[in-house]
């Protein structure tokens, strides 16, 4: 059965030639606008607030993005010598975008051998000095070397200071087990013992030269 597209006959032109009446475009036929067609091949996307990318294409990347106005890296500072990712974005301390240009943060330079006691994460990694893997076994001061804790560890444990500031001198420290404190003396049970029993010296300031010392 074939539909008819118009009722009665149709009308003639001046010259008696009737013409051809117009055919109405179906909806179906209609090819999709410029913005309906955008919309179909990029869906909406959400903007996620910690990867420096402008991901639902609204010109705002991250924390400027309003729907990250409740995202903890936008509303929480970070504390910058803690040690702690405190505004949960993935970076501490100096690595954090919060911490540019703060008394404690570097210029992104070498950390490790050279920098690993002034107090200032250099390379903006988030570990500063001896908790920077680049300043492993190198000096933290005089008499101080890094430890592989990541901690800064006494070298000299026979000069009388608390060379990495814990509070603990030469052989009371537990760093030092083992090592020698002088000629003729080593660390011993967190105290110098006498290890030359044949000098005539006190090694171990104890007041009893070799033999004498019960060492």
Known sequence: ???????????????????????????????PGPRLLFATLLPNRVEDCTN??????????????????????CTLLENCTNGVDDNQDGKVDCADP??????????????GPLHCADGLDNDNNGARDCKDKTCLGASCGTGCLCTDAGLPGEADCGDGLDNNLNGQIDC???????????????????????????????????GQADCADPD
């Open 1 to 31: 059965m074939v539909r008819r597209l118009y009722a009665g006959r149709p009308a003639a032109d001046a010259g008696g030639v009737r013409q051809r009446p117009r055919r109405r475009r179906r909806r179906q036929d209609r090819l």
């Open 52 to 73: 420096g990318i402008d991901d639902d294409h609204n010109g705002l990347v991250d924390c400027k993005d309003p729907s990250c106005s409740a995202a903890p890296n």
């Open 98 to 111: 919060q911490c540019v240009g703060t008394a404690t943060c570097g210029d992104g330079g070498a950390e």
């Open 172 to 206: 009371a420290d537990p760093g030092c087990a083992g090592s020698s404190c002088g000629a003729g003396c080593a660390c011993a049970a967190m105290k110098k013992t006498e290890t030359d029993c044949t000098d005539g010296f006190d090694n171990d300031g104890d």
